[in-house]
Every structure is written in structure tokens, then in C-alpha cells.
């Protein structure tokens, strides 16, 4: 009878680990690389047949390659994620690789299905995440060459190469396919656009400044 308590218990807390170790939903197999041919819609992607497996599935190369940075914001994300690499599929992680000209910014951006850890490969990179309501406190580091930081997933969170040359990070994120909301694009660039009264209201300016940040980006 005792044992029937233990094992059951045993039993509790295994299963309360594997919810708090995996985040996307445990692979039932081996792997699953991505069959881009199929138009069945799944949560992920089909897989290919396990036997047609190559190593070429599972790899990516590029990411020694700077990111073109010539834009407005002076940034470039490379992604790496199952798009990239069939093989990521269902193993429920990622990674980019980040390039910044000086004072280049990644914008205020969240990840709705991953935590990310970035770690600095060259140069001087400001980053922080802003915790959610009611304190919205920003939680906020210089970083240099070799240091770590986490933005937790879900949270508002940016970059800015704060350092004289170019910055260079790579990130890891913890889902196949994070998902990027880029703040200024979802509020002010939607298709069709949030009603120009909502987001006066909603940032208490005049609905000319709306449409001159709308004009703008
Ligand atoms: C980088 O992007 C800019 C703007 O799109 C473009 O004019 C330029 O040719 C690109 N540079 C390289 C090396 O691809």
C-alpha cells in the first residue's frame, strides 16, 4: 500500500517536471523534419519520412555572415528556426543571429511563444524587458562581449548597440517558431490599421500625430 503512495507520488512529481522542462508540446518520436511539401495543417509541421532523414535536415550554414544593417533602425535579425532548419521541428527551440551598426536598435518587440537568451559576441549592446502591468518596470543592463541576458517570454524587450563599431549577438529561443511582435508595427502598421480615434485615445495625442508616425514608418 505504501509503495503504491510513493510510486504514485513519484508518478506527481515526474509529470510536473516534464510540464515545467518542456514548454512546446514533448516529441513522441525521435524528430520530425519539417516535410515542406505537405499541405497538411498541424500544430508544427508534418513530418517527412524518418528514413529519408539527411544530415543536411538538421543544419544551417551562414551565420558567420554580418546582417545587412542599412535600414531604419540600423539592425538585422538572421533567423535560424524550423523554417530554416526542417529538422527543428517539434524540438521546441531556435536561434538568430543579431547585428547592429553603431546605435542601431532592435525595436520593442515580444516573442508570444519563447524565452530567448542572448549572449554578446562583439561590442557594447544596452538591452532590457519591461515586466507587465500594473509596475511596467524596466529591467535593464549594458552588456559586454561574453555576457548573458534573458528576456522571459511574453515580454516587451529591445536592443541598442550602445558601443563605438558594430555589435554582434547570437540568442536562443525556446520554441521551433517564436514569433516576433514588433510593437510599432502590430499598433500602428496593422492591415487594416486600428482606427486612428483608438490610438489617439489610446496614447492621448491628436489623431494628426497618429497618421505623421503612420506616414513615418
Ligand atoms: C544592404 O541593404 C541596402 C538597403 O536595402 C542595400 O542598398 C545594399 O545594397 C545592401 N548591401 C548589401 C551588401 O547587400
Known amino acids: ?3 503504491h503512495i510513493l510510486l504514485l507520488g513519484l508518478v506527481v512529481v515526474l509529470s510536473s ?3 515545467a522542462f518542456s514548454f512546446e508540446p514533448s516529441p513522441l518520436q525521435d524528430f520530425c523534419i519539417a516535410d515542406t511539401s505537405s499541405t497538411v495543417k498541424v500544430n508544427g509541421l508534418a513530418c517527412k519520412n524518418p528514413m529519408l532523414a539527411q544530415a543536411t535536415d538538421f543544419s ?3 551565420l558567420h555572415l554580418a546582417g545587412n544593417t542599412s535600414n531604419a533602425v540600423g539592425s538585422r535579425v ?3 528556426t524550423a523554417a530554416q532548419i526542417p529538422g527543428l521541428n517539434t524540438l521546441g527551440i531556435s536561434m538568430v543571429r543579431l547585428d547592429y551598426a553603431p546605435w542601431g536598435i532592435n525595436p520593442p518587440h515580444t516573442h508570444p511563444r519563447a524565452t530567448e537568451i542572448l549572449t554578446v559576441l562583439e561590442g557594447t549592446i544596452h538591452v532590457g524587458f519591461v515586466t507587465s502591468n500594473p509596475e511596467n518596470r524596466l529591467i535593464s543592463k549594458v552588456l559586454q562581449k561574453g555576457d548573458v541576458f534573458v528576456f522571459p517570454i511574453g515580454l516587451v524587450h529591445f536592443q541598442r548597440n550602445v558601443g563605438t563599431g558594430n555589435a554582434v549577438a547570437i540568442a536562443a529561443l525556446s ?3 517564436p514569433g516576433v511582435i514588433t510593437i ?3 499598433v500602428f502598421k496593422s492591415n487594416p490599421t ?3 480615434d483608438v490610438l489617439a485615445k489610446a496614447f492621448q495625442v491628436d489623431k494628426n500625430t497618429v497618421n505623421l508616425i503612420q506616414s513615418r514608418i
Open 1 to 3: 500500500m505504501e509503495t
Open 184 to 186: 510599432v508595427s502590430a
Open 175 to 177: 520554441s521551433q517558431n
Open 194 to 196: 486600428i482606427p486612428g
Open 78 to 80: 538572421t533567423p535560424v
Open 17 to 19: 517536471f516534464s510540464l
Open 60 to 62: 544551417f550554414s551562414g
